[in-house]
């Protein structure tokens, strides 16, 4: 879940955590919990209510709110603020480049993920690790090869990390955005460095040492500081949530997030409708779900199915895999799990890219005997 691809915008959740932090946990710690189902926080609001709060560019300021926000010492964050560096080459990585409006086109950006390197590595992650992608799947209700596809496409299964000092990272696009028109950026990474801070403080995180992305994000599914504060699970039980060390960590991490998204079990990623001859019209390129089954066969949708889950409900809706280069379209019906994969990264290029992806180790899976779901 990295933060920034190419055509690819601000994502919706990403990082994991690493070794213990330096620091004891004291009375004055955070509880957050490293079970198998999710971590949390008595202190931290659910979802994201919390972490959108703004917090100030001062940075006195700065470490009296987040002392108060995650109730640890002033002094804490205040040691972990003056050890940090900026990276000046974060912050040339995250300068805007052009002005120009970038073309869009489906079918490049999906030649980057569904391809041999990924298909090859994926069935071999999903060979190696079939255990826990099962168990995973069973507790979560997401298909392995759904969980599989995410890491592929994040890190291809863990051989691209990033090893940028996430601290320094957060810190420097915190406080030193490059982009002085955007300050809504430097909030949002403001949010996250205080996040990672609380983290360490509590001792589930080496917040000191941890490396991944340019943009923070960490671990084989490349979650960002805030989701892993929300969503990352310790599944092998070792007190500490490893997502770059330990695979089942990962694997849990990421079915754990999407369930939270609203990730629906059973129920396919793109419903297999018949759209009338000018679907273009049906597209209303949002990033939640609108429409009924009954809605969009009213405007002329027909399928053979009966009584699917994705014809309960406001579940539904066309999306647009445009093409800006040649002008072409590929419309597809995307149901309540396609838009869980969206808030992992608010693309619909990424998500179809990871469903398809998905389906292809599936069929692999498949055609070497194994029974799995098709996503």
């Known amino acids: 879940m990295s933060i920034y691809k190419t055509s690819v915008l601000w994502l919706a959740s990403s990082l994991a955590l690493t070794a213990c932090a ?96 990924r298909i090859r590595k994926g069935t071999a992650f999903w060979n190696n690790n079939r255990g826990d992608l099962a168990e995973a799947e069973r507790q979560y209700g997401v298909p392995a090869a759904v ?42 990474f403001r949010n996250q460095l205080a996040a990672l801070i609380a983290l360490t403080y509590t001792g589930h995180f080496d917040g000191y040492h941890a490396e991944g992305s340019f943009a923070g994000a960490y671990g084989m599914g490349q979650f960002m500081p805030v989701s892993i504060m929300h969503y990352a699970v310790d599944a092998d039980n070792n007190g500490r949530i490893e997502l770059d060390n330990s695979v089942k960590d990962a694997i849990f991490s990421v079915a754990n997030f999407l369930a939270k998204h609203g990730w629906q079990r059973n129920m396919p990623i793109f419903a297999p409708v018949k759209l009338p001859a000018n679907p273009a019209k049906l597209v209303d390129g949002d990033l939640e779900a609108h429409s009924s089954w009954a809605q969009l066969h009213s405007k002329g949708a027909t399928t053979s199915v009966k009584n699917a889950n994705w014809q309960q409900g406001l579940r539904l809706d066309v999306i647009d895999l445009r093409d800006d280069v040649y002008g072409n379209h590929e419309y597809r019906v995307a149901t309540q799990n396609f838009f869980a994969i969206t808030k992992y990264n608010r693309s619909y290029f990424y998500a179809a890219s990871v469903a398809d992806l998905a389906t292809v180790l599936a069929n692999q899976q498949l055609a070497s005997g194994y029974q799995v779901t098709k996503p």
């Open 22 to 117: 330096s620091h004891s946990p004291s009375s004055q710690t955070p509880s957050f919990t490293t079970s198998a189902t999710t971590v949390s926080s008595t202190t931290v609001s659910a979802g994201w209510q919390t972490e959108n709060t703004s917090l100030s560019a001062d940075k006195a300021t700065f470490i009296a709110e987040v002392s108060q926000r995650y109730q640890i010492p002033a002094s804490f964050v205040e040691k972990m603020l003056d050890s940090a560096k900026i990276n000046d080459r974060v912050l040339r990585l995250m300068s805007p480049k052009t002005t120009a409006k970038v073309k869009r086109h489906w079918a490049t950006y999906r030649s980057r993920f569904v391809e041999p390197i």
């Open 147 to 188: 969980i599989a596809a995410i890491i592929g496409v994040e890190t291809v299964y863990g051989e691209q990390m990033g090893t940028f000092n996430i601290r320094d990272a957060l810190y420097s696009l915190g406080f030193y955005y490059p982009d002085p028109n955007r300050p809504d950026k430097g909030k949002i």
